[in-house]
T-cell receptor, first 110, second 115 residues
Framework: DQQVKQNSPSLSVQEGRISILNCDYTNSMFDYFLWYKKYPAEGPTFLISISSIKDKNEDGRFTVFLNKSAKHLSLHIVPSQPGDSAVYFCAASEVDDMRFGAGTRLTVKP | NAGVMQNPRHLVRRRGQEARLRCSPMKGHSHVYWYRQLPEEGLKFMVYLQKENIIDESGMPKERFSAEFPKEGPSILRIQQVVRGDSAAYFC?????????????FGEGSWLTVV
């Protein structure tokens, strides 16, 4: 049972443009959401998070939006840079449980 | 200020051998999570432990896999009688409190190759 889904396995954008990564979840009990970034042969690193009491959280070039009614969250990166090329995982948690999506591979072309 | 430490980073085992993966959480963290990433797949939850307790092992295969987090020392993920399908990257993560509302931090991973 995939409680967290990232339906786009890959995304390619031009440097300077906006990257939008999407994530859907099914468990309405999730109350905290995170995005992680992963380079090959490294562990995932925390990027940004949002609590279910908010609908937006911004940190520099990264903004996460949460739509609770649609059970959908997205990560916006603007402007995109080549160094942003990585696999991005969304995660959702409730109490002691944290579940991850399958990841979206972002490629930012110079 | 060490992060989550995993060792070994790379491990090669023959079919039928045992694999032991170690994870030392970040200082002050008492919650440990193990995830597995199979080739071309995402992160799959395996087990969640606190000191001396397994809280949730719903993602652990029923056989050959076990995990512990003793009072002293690192958390250990043990795979007995490894098979080719066990080849994967195993990531450990830790948090100071339970997952909800808290960020979990990952180690660099342990890559198991079964030959």
């Amino acid at each position: 049972d995939q409680q967290v889904k990232q339906n786009s396995p890959s995304l390619s954008v031009q440097e300077g443009r906006i990257s939008i990564l999407n994530c859907d979840y099914t468990n309405s009990m999730f109350d905290y959401f995170l995005w992680y970034k992963k380079y090959p042969a490294e562990g995932p690193t925390f990027l940004i998070s949002i609590s279910s009491i908010k609908d937006k959280n911004e940190d520099g070039r990264f903004t996460v939006f949460l739509n609770k009614s649609a059970k959908h969250l997205s990560l916006h990166i603007v402007p995109s840079q080549p160094g942003d090329s990585a696999v991005y995982f969304c995660a959702a948690s409730e109490v002691d449980d944290m579940r991850f999506g399958a990841g979206t591979r972002l490629t930012v072309k110079p | 200020n060490a992060g989550v430490m995993q060792n070994p980073r790379h491990l090669v085992r023959r079919r039928g051998q045992e694999a032991r993966l170690r994870c030392s959480p970040m200082k002050g963290h008492s919650h440990v999570y193990w995830y597995r990433q199979l080739p071309e797949e995402g992160l799959k939850f395996m087990v969640y432990l606190q000191k001396e307790n397994i809280i949730d092992e719903s993602g652990m295969p029923k056989e050959r896999f076990s995990a512990e987090f003793p009072k002293e020392g690192p958390s250990i993920l043990r795979i007995q009688q490894v098979v080719r399908g066990d080849s994967a990257a195993y990531f450990c993560a830790s948090s100071a409190l339970a997952a909800s509302g808290n960020t979990i931090y990952f180690g660099e991973g342990s890559w198991l190759t079964v030959v």
